[in-house]
T-cell receptor, first 114, second 115 residues
Framework: AQTVTQSQPEMSVQEAETVTLSCTYD???????LFWYKQPPSRQMILVIR??????QNATENRFSVNFQKAAKSFSLKISDSQLGDAAMYFC???????????FGQGTTLQVKP | NAGVTQTPKFQVLKTGQSMTLQCAQD?????MSWYRQDPGMGLRLIHY???????DQGEVPNGYNVSRSTTEDFPLRLLSAAPSQTSVYFC??????????????FGPGTRLTVT
């Protein structure tokens, strides 16, 4: 069975600085996808970034980038130039290409200080 | 496109009552799923469906029933509500599985309290 672990329940960052959120996963599958979702106080789940396991290149979406280490089964999210609107709960998630099931980590609450 | 819609947004039930949480999507997505979110535990998969007429269990299916008679709708039924089912429930859909079809779109959630 797949598992996803986020070991940082809470993180904080100063506005305009960079922060990295950690995620590790465990799977025996070779074809899968990894995601980071943002959940602001509104409760809406917003997709931040996705990574295909077969791609060696790390995904980037504007100020958000990932460090995907397939052998180490690590998938961290880097937020550059942090903004007040980045404050939210962030979830790492794994999806099997076969089943489509999404397995979530426990979440990391990010606080952005002005 | 309305995307994924869920009703109601909030609900309070007494122990033993039954109810149905509604979920609909207008994106012609094949894959739909239900999650519950509890503090400190992330989102856990309850049931999912890969197409009309096909459903399967996720991690925490006990106490919940689903059916998928149309592509658009995927209701979640609580047959006899228990306080342990107090949670926030999310419905999600994706075009399918494999490739970018794997990307799931979430509804706004339903906060359910069972007293």
């Amino acid at each position: 069975a797949q598992t996803v672990t986020q070991s940082q329940p809470e993180m904080s960052v100063q506005e305009a600085e960079t922060v990295t959120l950690s995620c590790t996963y465990d799977t025996s599958e070779s074809d899968y996808y990894l995601f980071w979702y943002k959940q602001p106080p509104s409760r809406q789940m917003i997709l931040v970034i996705r990574q295909e396991a077969y791609k060696q290149q790390n995904a980037t979406e504007n100020r958000f980038s990932v460090n995907f280490q397939k052998a180490a089964k690590s998938f961290s999210l880097k937020i550059s130039d942090s903004q007040l609107g980045d404050a939210a709960m962030y979830f790492c998630a794994f999806s099997s290409s076969n089943t489509g099931k999404l397995i979530f980590g426990q979440g990391t609450t990010l606080q952005v200080k002005p | 496109n309305a995307g994924v819609t869920q009703t109601p947004k909030f609900q309070v039930l007494k122990t033993g009552q039954s109810m149905t949480l509604q979920c609909a999507q207008d994106m012609n997505h094949e894959y739909m799923s239900w999650y519950r979110q509890d503090p400190g535990m992330g989102l856990r998969l309850i049931h999912y469906s890969v197409g009309a007429g096909i459903t399967d269990q996720g991690e925490v299916p006990n106490g919940y029933n689903v059916s998928r008679s149309t592509t658009e709708d995927f209701p979640l039924r609580l047959l006899s509500a228990a306080p342990s089912q107090t949670s926030v429930y999310f419905c999600a859909s994706s075009p399918g599985t494999g490739g970018r079809r794997n990307e799931q779109y979430f509804g706004p959630g339903t906060r359910l309290t069972v007293t």
